[in-house]
Structure formats: C-alpha cells, structure tokens
C-alpha cells in the first residue's frame, strides 16, 4: 500500500471517523484575492475540497461543514514570493521543509523564495488531520499540482506577452525564458498587477523523481534557528493583550463525578474567574499561582466508581471482549485447520503490550480568546479542524466563526488529536471575558491524555518440515489492526480483531497497533525459526514474496553483518522487519546482557528503510533515527502503572523514558526508490524496534519475552509471559 493513488482509509476501530458532511458552499475568486493580495494563484473550490484533500476519507467526521470560501493552495505575491497552504500540522518531522522543497523544484524556483503556512482553519484547504504517516505521500503530489498549474499560468502570461507559443519558452530560477530571443521575465513581473487564478487541475504533468533538482536534497530544517535559539514560539509561549491563566481542577479518579461544590472562598478572590459547568470547575487569574491557590480553596466533593488495576490488565482485557465480530475486524484464507493437521511444527503463544503515555516535550497547551462572539484558538493538535468542529459543537456557534491556529509544535506522536486544553481555555475565556491560557502540568499530561492502548495478541502458527508456513491465526485484543495482516506467504490464515471495555482512555500512538503487531508477529516467526532450527533472517526471506520488504531484510542484515558469531557472553543478535503505510523497514540489533545484574543494554541497531522517493535524505535520517531511540522506550521499560481510577507513576522520576545513556549505536540505511512515488516516514521505523530486541535478549539468554515492556527492572525480574507450545 504506497503511492499517491491509494486512497487513505482509517483503520476500522477509529469509528471517530465516521459522520458525512453537511453542506458545501462556494465564493468567488475576486474575494478570496482580497486577503492573497495581487498575483496568482491556484484554487480548490469547496465543493471540491474533500475531492482535493487527499486525507479526507470519502466520508468525513464530526459533521463537517465545509468553509464558506473557496481555498488556495499557492499563491505568487506581485513580489515573485510563493506561499502554499496546507492544513497539515509540524510537529517536529519537517514536513515545512520537505513540503517547501516540492513546491519549489516544481515552480523551479529557489527554496528560499517559498513560505508555508501551515495548520490554520482560516487561511488553509480543509484536512482531515496529520495522520497515518501521509503528509507527505499524499500533500507532496497535491502541492506539486498545485505548483505546476501556476507555473502554466505564469507561462501562458508571458507568452502573451511577447506574442509566441507557449510550448517554446522554459522556466528556471524563477523565471521564464524565452530560448528562441534570450529574453526573461521574473515571476514577480509576470504576477504584478494580475489577479491570475486557476482551478486545480484533476491532473495535472509533474515532475518525476529522477528528474528533481531541489527534491530529494538534504536541504536544512527552515527556520531551525528559530528553534535552537529560542526565538521560536510554541503554545506556552504565546501572549496575547489582558490575557489570563487557567488552571482545572480534576476529579480524583477516572469517571468520578462530582457531588457537591463550595467556591464562596475562591470567588472572593480579587481578580479571579472561577466556573462551574457540569463536572467542569476551573479558575482564571493573572498568573498561575493565584489560579492554583483559587482550586485549592475550592471544596468538592466526588462519587468514584470501581476500577480494575495494571496487575489485572490483560486477564481484563480477555475478560471484557465483544462477543460480536464482522467482516471488517476478521480475516480468513484457506483452512487453518487443514494447515494445522499437515505440520511438522506448531507453535502456540500469547504476547502482551502494556499503556504507554506519548510523553511529548511540550504538553498540551492552548490560548483561546473571544472577540464579538467569535472564537479563536492556538494549541497544538494534529487535527485542527477536528478541534474547531469540537469548539463549535460544544459552544454552539458556527463553524466558520471559529478558528484554529497550531503553532510548530514540540511533538505530538499520534497524542494531540483531541481538543482538551482548547476546550478548557475557551470555557474559561467566555466567562473572564479576556484571553486565557491553559498549559497542562507533566502530571497532568501523563493522567488525562490518552494512552497507547493495551493489548493482548495471541497466535497459533505452523510450519511443514522444510520451514514454510502452513498456518496462521492471529488474535489481537483491544489493540487494534493496524499492520495485523501477516506480510508472509501463508496459505490458510485466520486473523481477528476482538474490541474490549478498555479501563483506561486510549487512542493513536505512533504507528497505532503496528507497534503491537509488529512485536507479536515478529517475535512468533523468531520463535517458528528457532524451532524449525532456520537462521531467522533465512525463514523470513523463505517465506516472503514481497520483494520490497525482502530489499530492507536484506540491506538491513548487510549493513548490520547478520549472521556473525558471538564473541563473548552475554551478547546476542536479533532481527525484525515489515510493512505499514506505504514504509518498508527491517531492523537489526546487537544486545548485551550481564547474566550476574540482568542489566540489558542495546549496544547497536540498524535500520533500512524503504518509502519510495525520498524528498529530504537528512530529515528522513532524523525520523528514522529518532523512531528508534523512541523505540528503545515501549520496547525496555515505558508502561502506566494504574490502581483504583488513577495514575500511580505520572512523572518522569518514575516513568522511564530513554535517556542518553541508554541510546546505542544507530545505523540509518535509507533505500531510495526514484521509480515509486513517495510515501511517509513518521511511524513506520518504530515498529520493528521491539520485536528485534526481544529477539536478540532470547539469542543472548534462551529467555523468550512476551510482554512489552520486556525489562523495566531488569532481566532477573522480567517474566517470560505465557509458554510456548512446540
């Protein structure tokens, strides 16, 4: 599943993403140039909007009306500046860098002349959110149209101009040329005094991959000194005139509601907004402290309602399983019981992930301010219109008289697609009357944002004599289907996913169930390999089909030196790989285990990675790199530790996340594939870093780890998860 031809579909347990849209409005291009200014400029109109959108599934969600404009997707100033529009978010992949870089080799003009503005319900196309590592294999096509219909138009004007054949003349440097004379003119001569529109084309020629010249460069990060020196802005940072700070008080437990509420002391505070709607209480004042000390004057008291622990999750997670299936969460092929009675082996296993928080840098955070019954939010979330709709539904207003700004925010991870600061903020900011501030505390951030979600996978597998697989059945509780096919040459499969009452709010992760899947699936075959005594990376390449993925195994174990001999103890080899989103990865690594401490440490990883052309080498280095160091954490010892509705590890001293010490070797082998359009990179390198862990930890000590994470403590403590049958 790559390429710009394949259409995005949800995974089918994000029933979030589900409602149609309502209404479609148009407006003419003259009043839309009324904020571009002068130039020219390509459009989508709003009927076309979800047609254009590449992100947008054929339904959309949470009601979506569409905006009363028509959108722009670029637009040459009469200066010869480009701006293009995207509503996709940076939260830290670069996408403003690679994204600008498309545009660019496609205008032929420099990179610096063009600006993206990103994430910004007001000014950008409608987009359905930066999800499922596709911005760029599906925003880089769209902007390319984009820029190669203005760059005809810009064409087309100077063939007028000199009263000659469009066909004849070139574009280079930001500028038409005609050959025949020698004669130029810039783009911004060509744009000064037009207003130039054009329709996006439903297709339009662009320019291959082998034929890019500011594509496919490592061109630095825009606007990276911003970043490094701290003049960058992110949501905590932002100030607006008379603005106040929120805080909330939260419930002791999840689901508790609240039963009485004294705020007489806290309303006699001077300069204080106190508000009480619902089960929502919270407080404005001039700065944080006196917010704070307003709560803790507030008596309240709660009703909390039972709950199961993290020692019980996953006997939890079996117990409470929809008994009802369909199509869509079921898959079968062939007979495994055919498949199971022709064996030579068998093997039978249960694996478990554990909740981990995204604990991003920035947690979240909003400002949201009211003006004349008008809303306007900044806060960092993947999916801005998402929160716009959410704003509107819940104040009853229109949709078009909210708007969401998403400065480039400090990660996200899959963490930041609900509203839940900005909802806070505006509440409190509709009752003080001035803007308000909600920035979250790390505490805060690790109870009531989601969570990865847990899961239980369970497999039965077979092979014949000679090594190949005959059969797979493969259950997965409560974590979802993202990569829960097998990309291995089965004949009789039977692959289910069974829902569960989840005790903990759960959502998108980087990768989504892949990195479960991943990790249960990769971790079996290691277990099939050992069993039918095959080299691991050998019963892989036996069973595989897919030459893209045999490609990353095979460069992956090249670059790594798959097959070399321990030279000392405790040292132990594994290796991992698949498919996701359009990505191809294979992962390889080196462990070490001290058997006296059970202390694990990863001592060298490589990574190949295939997405079909690549558009920034460097800023696909850093996702990649970064995928593993994130990695590192599921993998040894992030989990939420939870007992009576709450929390009992939500901050860094005692939730481990990676750190310097604990980062190894990392090698990125980056396979580019100019013959296939591009695809994305943010999820997919995370998803082989678990399981190719494991693996080498059971090559090192003949301990096979089941559960995720595997060492938290260490080896001597680790459990083995449920035993295998061979």
């Given at each position: 599943m790559s390429g710009s031809s394949v259409k995005f579909r949800p995974e089918p347990e994000r029933y979030e993403f589900t409602a149609a849209p309502m209404h479609h409005f148009e407006l003419t291009r003259r009043d839309f140039f009324k904020f571009l200014g002068g130039g020219i400029s390509v459009f989508a109109v709003a009927r076309d909007t979800l047609a254009t959108q590449e992100t947008a599934p054929t339904q959309g969600f949470h009601q979506e009306e569409l905006p009363k404009d028509i959108t722009a997707w670029l637009h040459i100033g009469e200066d010869g500046k480009v701006t293009a529009f995207t509503g996709k978010v940076e939260i830290g992949q670069n996408i403003r860098t690679s994204l600008a870089q498309t545009v660019a080799d496609e205008l032929h003009l420099p990179f610096e002349n063009v600006t993206m503005v990103t994430a910004d319900t007001a000014l950008t196309p409608f987009d359905f959110g930066t999800v499922g590592s596709r911005s760029m294999p599906t925003m880089s096509p769209q902007l390319r149209r984009a820029a190669a219909a203005a760059r005809d138009l810009l064409v087309d004007a100077a063939a007028k101009e000199w009263n000659v054949a469009a066909e004849g003349l070139t574009t280079a440097d930001g500028k038409v040329t005609d050959p025949a004379t020698g004669r130029s003119l810039r783009y911004a001569d060509l744009a000064r005094g037009k207003t130039l529109a054009q329709n996006l084309p439903a297709e339009d020629p662009v320019t291959p991959p082998d034929q890019w010249t500011i594509a496919g460069k490592s061109i630095p990060k825009k606007d990276a000194r911003a970043f490094v020196t701290g003049k960058h802005q992110y949501t905590p940072d932002l100030r607006r005139p008379g603005q106040l700070y929120g805080k909330v008080l939260r419930p002791p437990s999840f689901g508790a509601t609240l039963t009485s509420y004294d705020a007489k002391a806290a309303l006699a505070m001077s300069g204080v907004t106190v508000v009480r709607d619902g089960d929502f209480i919270g407080a404005a004042a001039s700065n944080e402290r006196d917010a704070s000390r307003a709560l803790e004057t507030i008596h309240a008291e709660w009703k909390e309602v039972p709950h199961t622990s993290s020692n019980e999750l996953f006997s939890y997670?079996?117990?409470?399983?929809?008994?009802?299936?369909?199509?869509?969460?079921?898959?079968?092929?062939?007979?495994?019981?055919?498949?199971?009675?022709?064996?030579?082996?068998?093997?039978?296993?249960?694996?478990?992930?554990?909740?981990?928080?995204?604990?991003?840098?920035?947690?979240?955070?909003?400002?949201?301010?009211?003006?004349?019954?008008?809303?306007?939010?900044?806060?960092?979330?993947?999916?801005?219109?998402?929160?716009?709709?959410?704003?509107?539904?819940?104040?009853?207003?229109?949709?078009?008289?909210?708007?969401?700004?998403?400065?480039?925010?400090?990660?996200?991870?899959?963490?930041?697609?609900?509203?839940?600061?900005?909802?806070?903020?505006?509440?409190?900011?509709?009752?003080?009357?001035?803007?308000?501030?909600?920035?979250?505390?790390?505490?805060?951030?690790?109870?009531?944002?989601?969570?990865?979600?847990?899961?239980?996978?369970?497999?039965?597998?077979?092979?014949?004599?000679?090594?190949?697989?005959?059969?797979?059945?493969?259950?997965?509780?409560?974590?979802?289907?993202?990569?829960?096919?097998?990309?291995?040459?089965?004949?009789?499969?039977?692959?289910?996913?069974?829902?569960?009452?989840?005790?903990?709010?759960?959502?998108?992760?980087?990768?989504?169930?892949?990195?479960?899947?991943?990790?249960?699936?990769?971790?079996?075959?290691?277990?099939?390999?050992?069993?039918?005594?095959?080299?691991?990376?050998?019963?892989?390449?036996?069973?595989?089909?897919?030459?893209?993925?045999?490609?990353?195994?095979?460069?992956?174990?090249?670059?790594?030196?798959?097959?070399?001999?321990?030279?000392?103890?405790?040292?132990?080899?594994?290796?991992?790989?698949?498919?996701?989103?359009?990505?191809?990865?294979?992962?390889?690594?080196?462990?070490?285990?001290?058997?006296?401490?059970?202390?694990?440490?990863?001592?060298?990883?490589?990574?190949?990675?295939?997405?079909?052309?690549?558009?920034?080498?460097?800023?696909?280095?850093?996702?990649?790199?970064?995928?593993?160091?994130?990695?590192?954490?599921?993998?040894?010892?992030?989990?939420?530790?939870?007992?009576?509705?709450?929390?009992?590890?939500?901050?860094?001293?005692?939730?481990?996340?990676?750190?310097?010490?604990?980062?190894?070797?990392i090698e990125a082998v980056l396979l580019d594939r100019k013959d296939l359009p591009s695809a994305g990179a943010g999820e997919t390198p995370i998803m082989a870093v678990a399981p190719a862990i494991g693996n080498a930890i059971f090559h090192a000590t003949g301990t096979r780890l089941r559960g995720l994470p595997m060492v938290p403590n260490g080896l001597n403590t680790a459990q083995s998860g449920v035993q295998s049958t061979i």
């Open positions: 997670l079996k117990k409470n399983a929809t008994a009802k299936s369909d199509d869509r969460t079921r898959r079968t092929k062939g007979s495994v019981e055919d498949g199971f009675a022709a064996a030579a082996h068998r093997l039978d296993a249960t694996y478990t992930v554990a909740f981990i928080a995204h604990a991003p840098l920035e947690p979240r955070a909003a400002v949201a301010e009211w003006s004349d019954g008008k809303l306007t939010v900044w806060t960092g979330s993947q999916r801005p219109f998402a929160v716009r709709d959410e704003l509107a539904s819940v104040f009853h207003i229109s949709e078009s008289d909210v708007r969401v700004i998403v400065p480039d925010t400090g990660s996200a991870y899959g963490g930041k697609h609900t509203g839940d600061a900005a909802l806070e903020a505006a509440r409190l900011a509709r009752a003080a009357g001035r803007p308000v501030q909600v920035v979250w505390t790390r505490e805060e951030e690790f109870t009531w944002a989601y969570f990865r979600p847990a899961g239980v996978m369970e497999i039965k597998s077979a092979i014949a004599a000679d090594g190949a697989l005959t059969a797979w059945e493969f259950h997965n509780y409560n974590s979802g289907m993202s990569a829960i096919d097998t990309p291995y040459v089965v004949p009789n499969q039977h692959i289910q996913f069974h829902s569960t009452q989840c005790p903990l709010r759960s959502g998108s992760y980087r990768g989504l169930a892949a990195t479960a899947n991943f990790f249960a699936r990769e971790s079996h075959m290691d277990e099939l390999a050992h069993a039918a005594q095959i080299d691991p990376l050998e019963f892989r390449l036996k069973n595989l089909s897919d030459s893209r993925l045999r490609a990353v195994f095979e460069a992956a174990g090249k670059s790594f030196g798959w097959s070399r001999k321990k030279t000392q103890e405790g040292q132990g080899f594994g290796i991992a790989g698949g498919l996701e989103k359009g990505g191809y990865v294979a992962t390889c690594a080196e462990v070490s285990v001290d058997h006296t401490s059970g202390a694990v440490r990863v001592v060298r990883m490589t990574t190949a990675f295939e997405c079909g052309a690549i558009v920034n080498p460097d800023g696909l280095l850093n996702q990649v790199i970064g995928a593993n160091i994130q990695g590192l954490g599921g993998a040894l010892f992030e989990f939420i530790e939870f007992e009576n509705g709450r929390i009992t590890n939500p901050r860094f001293s005692r939730y481990r996340v990676p750190r310097f010490r604990d980062v190894p070797e």
